[in-house]
């Protein structure tokens, strides 16, 4: 597995409060290998079976930072935050922290979230927390990716020093029958009690953006908003999306959820189970 020949692509993150661009999600795109290892689901899990994670999470962030770095300062500024998967399987690698800050203090960097994905175990919290909270003197905060899902369970938010839990696509896809409305609900009320931020990830239509924001969810991201998309691209989408009337973005969204939700005392109305 060559961890050198990936392509980055990045999904803008939105306020739900008004529908500005707060920060862009950095994801990896692997062109060239078999059909059956080209998507990420698949390419991560072999990286973290063969012991490639921390490399391929220290060759993302290099090349991130190359790419954010060849830009003016204003564009770089306009995407911050820029989060960052990152595996399990590499926060237990000894030489990872070291590495880690060793590339953060020889190039300049905009605020960065680390997104500690579920896909892999991690051995010792204790360790994991110890990795983090170095991290934050670097300008570097946690999120926990997909929470709830896979291997990032409640005690993994209970023992780390998170920021921010993304809700996952799985659950927002479900958002709308009464089992998933009710899970969604829960994670939003658990980062609400621990003064989280929450995104939530995958939003493919107006119905799940409106809900979620009237749920209190900080922030989205999903292909209804923004697909992930080369830096050229990103670029000429942040530019554009400024230009736009900000209250344009907001009456639509705020249309919507009168029409969903209905007015005055009337309740949501959920799917039976």
């Known amino acids: 597995m060559d961890t050198t020949g990936f392509e980055l692509a990045f999904q803008p ?68 935050p820029i989060s960052i998967n990152i595996s399990a399987a590499s926060v237990q690698d000894d030489s990872f922290l070291d590495a880690i800050k060793r590339i953060l203090s020889s190039t300049h960097h905009p605020k960065l979230i680390f997104e500690l994905t579920e896909t892999a175990p991690l051995g010792s919290l204790e360790r994991a927390c110890t990795v983090f909270n170095s991290l934050t003197r670097y300008g570097v905060s946690l999120s926990i990716d997909d929470f709830l899902q896979g291997h990032n369970d409640y005690s993994v938010l209970q023992a780390l ?78 530019h554009d999306h400024q230009n736009k009337n900000a209250q344009e973005f907001e009456h639509r969204s705020r249309a919507f959820t009168g029409a969903f939700l209905g007015t005055g005392n009337r309740k949501l109305k959920l799917a039976p189970r």
């Not at 862009?24 to 063969?50: G, H, I, K, S, T």
């Open 13 to 80: 993150k939105f306020r739900a409060t008004n529908g500005s661009i707060r920060g862009v999600e950095v994801l990896v795109r692997w062109p060239n290998a078999d059909q059956a290892w080209q998507q990420p689901d698949q390419f991560v899990r072999l990286a973290e079976e063969q012991a490639l994670s921390t490399a391929l999470d220290l060759q993302v962030l290099t090349q991130t930072l190359r790419t954010l770095n060849s830009m003016p300062a204003g564009v770089r500024l306009s995407l911050s």
């Open 161 to 238: 020093p998170a920021t921010e839990i993304k809700i996952d696509r799985k659950d927002v896809a479900m958002i709308h029958e009464r089992r998933g409305f009710q899970r969604v609900a829960g994670i939003i009320t658990i980062a609400k009690q621990r003064d989280l931020l929450v995104t939530a990830e995958g939003i493919e239509n107006e119905g799940q953006w409106s809900l979620l924001k009237s749920m209190g969810c900080d922030f989205c991201q999903g292909f209804w908003l923004a697909p992930p998309m080369d830096m050229t691209n990103l670029i000429r989408f942040s």
